[in-house]
C-alpha cells in the first residue's frame, strides 16, 4: 500500500498562500505559460479551484514546509539554557534595581511616619499647653513635633524628586522597547520562509494553473473540488487490487461436484437373500 501525504496548512499560513496565489493571478498576462488566463477560465475561477485543491497544491513543498514550521517553532520556544542561565547568572542590573527599590520604599514611608509623629507631638503638646499649669517637657515635645514635621516635608520633597526621575528614566528606556524589529523574522526563519514560498509557486501554483489552463475538458461552471482535484496527482492511499471468487472461477475450470449414488438395501423374508 502506497500513502502519499499532504501537509496540512497551518491558518497562519493560509495567507501566505492565498497571496501568492493572488499574485500570480494578477502578473499572469506577464507570463507565457499563463497568457490563457481568460479565455476558458477566468482568474476567480482558477483562483476558487486552486483554493479547494490546497492541501495537493500544498503537498509539492513538503519538505520545505516542515523544515519552515519546525525552524518556526524552535525560534518561538527558547531552549531551557535561558532560563537556567538566568537564574544561575543573575542580571548585574538586578542589585541595582532591588536597591534602588529599597531606596523608594523608604523614600515613600518616611514622609508618612515622620507626619504621624509629627501630629501626635504637636497634638499632644498643644493640649499641655493649654492647661493652667503646663507641665515642663511640653515645650520638648512640641520641639520634637516642629523636627518631625520639618522631616516630613523634606522627605515630600524628596519622594516628588525621586518619582520624577524614575518617570524621565523609564520614558528613556521605554522607547527600544517598543521599536524591536516587530514583523521581522530571524534570519533563518525567513530563509526557510522564502524557500518554502518558492517551492510553493515553482511546484505548486504554477504547475497547478498551467494543468487546469491545458486541459480541454475543464468545465468553467464547475470551480469545485471535482473540477480542480482533477489536474493533480491522486493523493491519498491507493486501493489494493482485490478480485471476487466469480473473476477467478472463470479464468480456469470450475471444481465440479458429483453427488455420491445411495442405493437401499433390499429387505426380504427369511428366504430371500440379497444376491
Known amino acids: 500500500m502506497h500513502m502519499n501525504s499532504a501537509p496540512h496548512l497551518l491558518n497562519e499560513d493560509r495567507a501566505d498562500f492565498e497571496r501568492i496565489l493572488n499574485d500570480v493571478l494578477r502578473k499572469a498576462h506577464d507570463r507565457p505559460d499563463l497568457a490563457a488566463v481568460g479565455e ?7 483562483r476558487t479551484m ?10 509539492a513543498a513538503a519538505a520545505e514546509y ?6 518556526r517553532e524552535e525560534a518561538r520556544s527558547p531552549g531551557p539554557s535561558v532560563s537556567v542561565r538566568a537564574v544561575l547568572e543573575p542580571d ?10 529599597l531606596t523608594a520604599v523608604i ?3 518616611l514622609p508618612v511616619l515622620a507626619g504621624t509623629a509629627a501630629v501626635i507631638f504637636l497634638l499632644v503638646g498643644y493640649l499641655l499647653k493649654a492647661l493652667s499649669r503646663p507641665p515642663a517637657f511640653a515645650d520638648s515635645l512640641l520641639a520634637v513635633g516642629w523636627f518631625f514635621a520639618a522631616v516630613t516635608a523634606i522627605g515630600l520633597m524628596a519622594a516628588a524628586v525621586g518619582l520624577l526621575i524614575t518617570a524621565l528614566r523609564n520614558s528613556s528606556t521605554q522607547l527600544p522597547a517598543e521599536t524591536p524589529t516587530s514583523g521581522e523574522l530571524p ?11 518558492h517551492a510553493l509557486l515553482e511546484r505548486g501554483i504554477l504547475p497547478y494553473l498551467r494543468a487546469a489552463l491545458a486541459d480541454p475538458g475543464a468545465d468553467p461552471a464547475a470551480s469545485g473540488p471535482a473540477a480542480s482535484l482533477k489536474h493533480l496527482p491522486k493523493i491519498g492511499y491507493s486501493r489494493p487490487d482485490f478480485s471476487s471468487p466469480d473473476e477467478g472461477a472463470t479464468a480456469g475450470h470450475r471444481p465440479s461436484f458429483t453427488s455420491p449414488d445411495f442405493t437401499s438395501p433390499d429387505f426380504g423374508g427369511p ?5
Open 271 to 275: 428366504d430371500h437373500r440379497p444376491e
Open 92 to 101: 548585574p542590573g538586578t542589585a541595582a534595581t532591588a536597591g534602588a527599590g
Open 107 to 109: 523614600t515613600v514611608l
Open 187 to 197: 534570519d533563518e526563519v525567513a530563509r526557510a520562509r522564502e524557500a518554502w514560498r
Open 50 to 59: 486552486a483554493l479547494y485543491a490546497t492541501a495537493p497544491i500544498a503537498a
Open 66 to 71: 516542515e523544515h519552515y514550521t519546525k525552524v
Open 40 to 46: 476558458r477560465l477566468n482568474s476567480e475561477q482558477l
